[in-house]
């Protein structure tokens, strides 16, 4: 499976799934998520569909996803590879300081996600 593939696996669950407990359940056991994914990111989750709208590859283990909500809210994912390709993250742009505040007390300064 390539990143983009597990990319779009992991969006169709995010498509069929009906709750935040069942969407995390199923991510789990499709051995989706790298063991330092913060699973409170997806228990949050209030959008479930996404467009996508760009792609940054980090370095060879390392792809970041640009996707947007139906509502225009934008989501960063990160995939990284170990020994296969994991979702490493998966957060909105912080409503904040929406990335551009080193010491935003939202995010801690990542500009995505909450703290
Ligand atoms: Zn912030």
């Known amino acids: 499976m390539t990143d983009r593939e597990l990319l779009n696996r992991v969006l169709e669950l995010f498509k069929l799934c009906d709750s935040n407990s069942a969407l995390l359940n199923n991510l789990l056991k499709n051995e ?6 913060e699973q409170r990111s997806i228990l949050n989750q209030v959008d479930f569909e996404f467009i996508l709208t760009d792609k940054a590859k980090k ?30 993250s998966f957060l ?7 990335g551009n505040y080193e010491e935003c007390n939202v995010c801690g300064g990542s500009g995505w996600g909450v703290l």
């Open 92 to 98: 909105f742009l912080c409503q904040g300081c929406f």
């Open 32 to 37: 989706f998520l790298h063991p330092s994914f």
């Open 59 to 88: 370095n060879e283990g390392l792809v970041e996803y640009y996707l947007d909500s139906p509502d225009g809210c934008p989501y960063r994912a990160e995939v990284i590879f170990d020994g296969k390709w994991y979702l490493k």
